[in-house]
């Protein structure tokens, strides 16, 4: 095999991931915007902020802030804004829960 060949087969697998991840990530943005607005009743049971690796770079990604409830059966996780992980969000709190997919629309 010349370099030139190997040079194209790496292009071609190169251009065939980044247009794989592109099309995974567009699919789970349309889905989460396309699914049903969801209402239950939960509690607050967690809240931990999270950093994690970068799987491409290896380097330390900004620390994500999260909070877990229960609801019923059920846990679920999301992710927060700083501000609401530092001033909302009370361990033992109880409420209704609106979600959409992995966002929260109001917890009251």
């Given at each position: ?71 019923g059966e059920k846990k679920?996780?999301?992710?927060v804004s700083e501000f ?25």
């Amino acid at each position: 095999m010349n370099a030139s060949l190997v040079s194209n087969i790496l292009n071609y697998f190169l251009i065939t991931l980044v247009v794989g991840l592109w099309i995974v990530l567009m699919i789970r943005m349309v889905k989460g915007r396309l699914s049903p607005v969801k209402s239950v009743s939960a509690t607050v049971i967690d809240k931990y902020k999270a950093q994690s690796v970068s799987r491409f770079s290896g380097a330390l990604k900004p620390q994500c802030y999260m909070v877990v409830f229960s609801a019923g059966e059920k846990k679920l996780s999301f992710s927060v804004s700083e501000f609401s992980f530092q001033h909302g969000y009370q361990i033992g709190e109880k409420g209704m829960l609106k979600y959409r997919g992995t966002k929260i629309i109001d917890f009251s």
